[in-house]
């Protein structure tokens, strides 16, 4: 049974830098594209930042460039989330996705995910 785990998230002041990690276990993750998803209060789940299976290819929302950085970990079922210069915008739930896909591109609807996790919070004060 494949299990997404995301670790990281807590409170920090607008300005401030938080790593998310998310962890995955239940079977082999070489070939996975991963995504990184947000869901602030009353508003729907929107993709943030992707990257493909290789790593050598990522994409960003609009609001995050230059702000975060999506990587994968030495580890092929490690994939975190580095984001630098939050803002109180930022706040929501943040979800990591796994899909097992061999083209060398970037997902970035949530229907072509195949696992998630659980989320975490992400609260930036202002």
């Known amino acids: 049974q494949v299990q997404l785990v995301e670790y990281g998230g807590g409170l920090v002041q607008a300005g401030g830098s938080l790593r998310l990690s998310c962890v995955a276990s239940g079977r082999t993750f070489s070939s996975y594209a991963w995504g990184w998803f947000r869901q602030a209060p009353g508003k729907e789940r929107e993709f943030v930042a992707g990257?493909?299976?290789?790593?050598?290819?990522?994409q960003y929302t609009d609001s995050v460039k230059g702000r975060f950085t999506i990587s994968r970990g030495s580890a092929e079922n490690t994939v975190y989330l580095q984001m630098n210069s939050l803002k109180p915008d930022d706040t929501a739930v943040y979800y990591c996705a796994a899909k097992d896909y061999r083209p060398r591109g970037v997902l970035t609807m949530e229907n072509e995910y195949e696992f998630w996790g659980q989320g975490t919070q992400v609260t930036v004060s202002s």
């Open positions: 990257i493909s299976w290789t790593g050598g290819s990522t």
